[in-house]
Nanobody, 125 residues
Framework: QVQLVESGGGLVQAGGSLRLSCVAS????????LGWFRQAPGKEREFVAA????????RYADSVKGRFAITRDNTKNTVYLQMNSLRPDDTAVYYC??????????????????WGQGTQVTVSS
């Protein structure tokens, strides 16, 4: 069955960095677009970044542009989210997801059909 397993979350001070990983299994990883979303306490889930099958192009939420980078390694069935210059408002549970669309990189959660369990990222001030 399709599985997405995130790791790499943790507690970091403002200005620090974290690298999230998401290992996929149960499907042909290289032909799917993938994305990262996050959900902070009391807030709706929001789009963070997405990446095409071959690694480019990519798409980012305005709030993370220039600070976060999404990459993938199709030989390892893994997608990454490098997060730099972290801020307290980046605190959230971060989820990776598989897109059900093969063309554009969607920012809406309902365009993604499988989700991981999430990893907590906490940024202290």
């Amino acid at each position: 069955q399709v599985q997405l397993v995130e790791s790499g979350g943790g507690l970091v001070q403002a200005g620090g960095s974290l690298r999230l990983s998401c290992v996929a299994s149960g499907f042909r990883f290289s032909i799917y677009n993938l994305g990262w979303f996050r959900q902070a306490p009391g807030k709706e889930r929001e789009f963070v970044a997405a990446i095409r099958q071959g690694g480019s192009p990519t798409r980012y939420a305005d709030s993370v542009k220039g600070r976060f980078a999404i990459t993938r390694d199709n030989t390892k069935n893994t997608v990454y989210l490098q997060m730099n210059s972290l801020r307290p408002d980046d605190t959230a549970v971060y989820y990776c997801a598989r897109s059900s669309r093969f063309g554009d990189l969607p920012g809406a959660g309902d365009e993604y059909d499988y989700w991981g369990q999430g990893t907590q990222v906490t940024v202290s001030s």
